[in-house]
């Protein structure tokens, strides 16, 4: 899971950082004060290069760390802000005029078939439709942002499967097969979760419970929500 992994090194190497600073062992103050907005150059070069990111914030999160790090070392003098919003305003117009994937008569646009999933969404959106015929779960997580994985023709691994779901001021679905088993736990904070699934209202059915394999959903919703259902919205 390349892209939770990622993400939990980049909080661990923030911490160490911070803990060697509080210690007064090394100071960090100038070099990061001078080249902080090269992460948010990486993140938008991340978005751009990634087929399942949104190409919209990717150009965002480039054009305004670009800006930022030329400001930063004084090549550039003018103030950003007076043109952020403007320029924010016409790239989300764009994508509503030409987004990035559209529903044609009920197929998704973005089709693949990774047996395991590995999603990263910052303040941007994904929608696939899975069609994995060995699905062994993965990770999701969205933060300020959104995800929808539709898994309605995709087949359990014979072990079944986990997916970690994490939602952090964003929203996550979770669209699955009505015949599949479906369990699900969470830790919300400000957020909640749901199992909208035919699992869940048959609740404690032998016959249903019997079926293998099963999907265990792993949920931490913080100012944000996760659904897990059998069919969607649109």
């Given at each position: 899971m390349k892209g939770k992994m990622a993400l939990g090194i980049l909080f661990i190497l923030f911490g160490i950082v911070t803990l060697l600073q509080q210690l007064n062992i090394v100071y960090f103050g100038n070099i990061f004060s001078t080249w902080w907005p090269l992460i948010i150059i990486g993140v938008g070069i991340n978005k751009l290069i990634s087929k399942n990111e949104s190409k919209t914030s990717g150009t965002i999160f480039l054009v305004v760390g670009i800006f930022l790090q030329l400001r930063v070392l004084d090549i550039i003098t003018v103030s950003i802000w007076k043109f952020f919003w403007p320029i924010i305003f016409i790239l989300i117009g764009f994508n509503i005029l030409f987004p990035k994937s559209e529903l044609d008569k009920g197929h998704y646009s973005n089709s693949v078939n990774d047996d395991?999933?590995?999603?990263?969404?910052?303040?941007?959106?994904?929608?696939?439709?899975?069609?994995?015929?060995?699905?062994?779960?993965?990770?999701?997580?969205?933060?300020?942002?959104?995800?929808?994985?539709?898994?309605?023709?995709?087949?359990?691994?014979?072990?079944?499967?986990?997916?970690?779901?994490?939602?952090?001021?964003?929203?996550?679905?979770?669209?699955?097969?009505?015949?599949?088993?479906?369990?699900?736990?969470?830790?919300?904070?400000?957020?909640?979760?749901?199992?909208?699934?035919?699992?869940?209202?048959?609740?404690?059915?032998?016959?249903?419970?019997?079926?293998?394999?099963?999907?265990?959903?792993?949920?931490?919703a913080a100012f944000g929500g996760i659904d897990i259902k059998n069919y969607s919205n649109n």
């Open positions: 395991v999933v590995d999603y990263v969404n910052i303040f941007s959106g994904l929608e696939n439709k899975n069609l994995s015929k060995n699905f062994k779960g993965g990770s999701i997580i969205a933060i300020f942002g959104g995800a929808s994985l539709d898994l309605r023709g995709s087949e359990l691994a014979a072990e079944g499967a986990i997916i970690d779901a994490t939602a952090a001021f964003g929203g996550i679905d979770i669209i699955v097969p009505t015949h599949w088993k479906v369990i699900v736990t969470g830790v919300p904070i400000f957020g909640g979760w749901s199992n909208k699934t035919q699992s869940e209202q048959l609740g404690n059915n032998d016959d249903f419970i019997s079926v293998q394999p099963v999907l265990r959903v792993k949920c931490v």
